[in-house]
């Protein structure tokens, strides 16, 4: 199975940079995503990290080291709609199987 | 392209009785998953069916339980409602080829008192 960890709130200015870190444990890796939330509505797809590097798209870049078992994601240029939560979620080998962290809240003021 | 779409959007159940929420996935999509959010405890792994056969299942009791139909449309059933089963319980399937994202449905709000 997994141990995901990552912080559950963090807060930063609109136009700034915040990175938000998720750490993991697993047995078999196959693969970390990213989803963001809005509150009441469904969990929607940012990113897929299976080799190690930085995948960038748009202001949202997300960044995986497997030897490490840790991944970021870094959100730029942030606007009020971003203020939502991050799950970081990690699939396993063996059965596909996609475990989820608590989630991050960011909140951006203006 | 329809989405993901579940029902009821919201429900409240007193504890005790049962209670069962649907999916519909995305046209061809033949996974299908379970999720229960709660605050605080993130996404919490249910069951995932294919081709109406479970693959995958997470560490809950037996009172949760689910199916799937030959047209990929899924169920899930609570028996027996506890106060602590207050929840969004989400239904996701997954992209043609496997290693894709999850396409989310919108959730079904459970409310138990």
């Known amino acids: 199975g997994q141990n995901i960890d990552q912080p559950t709130e963090m807060t930063a200015t609109e136009g700034a940079i915040v990175q938000i870190n998720c750490t993991y444990q697993t047995s078999g890796f196959n693969g970390l995503f990213w989803y963001q939330q809005h509150a009441g509505e469904a969990p929607t797809f940012l990113s897929y990290?299976?080799?190690?590097g930085l995948e960038e798209k748009g202001r949202f870049s997300s960044f995986l080291s497997r030897s490490k078992g840790y991944s970021y994601l870094l959100l730029k240029e942030l606007q009020m709609k971003d203020s939502a939560s991050y799950l970081c979620?990690?699939?396993?080998?063996?059965?596909?199987?996609?475990?989820f962290g608590a989630g991050t809240t960011v909140t951006v003021r203006a | 392209k329809a989405g993901v779409t579940q029902t009821p959007r919201y429900l409240i159940k007193t504890r005790g009785q049962q209670v069962t929420l649907s999916c519909s996935p995305i046209s061809g999509h033949r996974s299908v998953s379970w999720y229960q959010q709660t605050p605080g405890q993130g996404l919490q792994f249910l069951f995932e069916?294919?081709?109406?056969?479970?693959?995958n299942k997470g560490n809950f009791p037996g009172r949760f339980s689910g199916r799937q139909f030959s047209n990929s449309r899924s169920e899930m059933n609570v028996s027996t409602l506890e106060l602590g089963d207050s929840a969004l319980y989400l239904c996701s399937t997954l992209g043609r080829k496997g290693n894709e994202k999850l396409f989310f449905g919108s959730g079904t709000q459970l409310s138990v008192l």
């Open positions: 069916y294919f081709s109406e056969t479970q693959r």
């Open positions: 979620a990690v699939r396993d080998l063996s059965d596909y199987k996609l475990s």
């Open positions: 990290n299976v080799l190690d």
